[in-house]
């Protein structure tokens, strides 16, 4: 969505009279951007400062599947640094412009990248696909049940409650 600042405070990126991308963010305030990416907000800053303009649900990035990048288990042939083994299996992305993989620990998929590097150092055995293991439990272990609170009783925090 998109909104026009109508009162900035005194000392703030905010320029009044220019629209900027806002994100909802609790029920009294917006993440602010210049970009429309909620990654690359500036602040966030209360509702009634902003008059919207348009609202565009299709701003908001979710990720699913097909905006993931696709992932491939690769094996280090010509080791790119002394932390790394010939052998060792990593996950990589596809190689971007300038020839160089986002490389992931095989433990750790779903985490931040370790690093990039030139596509000479892996080989790409084949694509990853994610297999959760159930869990097996031990006789004696005791199960802990945490039960959600219905929606209706949800209580969100708000910055600016105090104004």
């Not at 690359?40 to 800053?45: A, E, I, L, R, V």
């Amino acid at each position: 969505m998109q909104g026009k600042c109508i009162q900035a405070p005194e000392k703030s990126n905010l320029v009044e009279g220019e629209i900027y991308y806002l994100f909802p963010h609790g029920s009294s305030a917006f993440e602010v951007s210049r970009f429309p990416h909620t990654g690359s907000h500036f602040g966030t800053y209360q509702k009634s400062r902003f008059e919207i303009v348009a609202e565009d649900v299709t701003v908001t990035e979710i990720q699913t599947k097909e905006t993931q990048l696709k992932k491939y288990l690769a094996r280090v042939i010509k080791p790119p640094s002394h932390f790394y083994r010939v052998g060792e299996e990593y996950i990589v992305t596809d190689p971007s412009e300038n020839g160089y993989y986002s490389v992931f620990l095989k433990s750790r998929p779903d985490c931040a990248p370790v690093g990039s590097y030139l596509t000479e150092c892996f080989d790409i055995i084949g694509p990853f696909e994610l297999i959760e293991e159930p869990v097996q439990k031990q006789k004696n272990e005791t199960e802990i049940v945490i039960k959600e609170l219905p929606q209706d009783q949800w209580q969100q925090i708000d910055l600016f409650s105090f104004l």
